[in-house]
């Protein structure tokens, strides 16, 4: 058995704990990010604001993310 240590956890592999781990990444942090569904999960409901936008560009994700052929959603209500 081999162990690790980390200076964050976190958990959930959606949006904000992707970028909450992304951002401590970029700042030298050691990360352990933790999310209970493979990548390759269907996830019914979940949707990015278009600010999202920006803020993919500035940890430089955005052609990534335009490249893993999500589907687009048009509008939401609340």
Known sequence: MSS???AAA????????AVAARVLALAGIDVLLVDARPPE?????????PAA??????LGLWERFLGSAHVPCYGNVA
Do not use: K
């Not at 999960?41 to 604001?49: A, D, N, P």
């Not at 936008?53 to 500035?58: D, G, K, M, S």
């Open 41 to 49: 999960t269907f996830r019914v409901g979940e949707s990015l604001v």
């Open 4 to 6: 690790a240590s980390y």
């Open 53 to 58: 936008r920006t803020i993919f560009l500035e």
């Open 10 to 17: 976190i958990i959930g592999g959606g949006p904000a704990g």
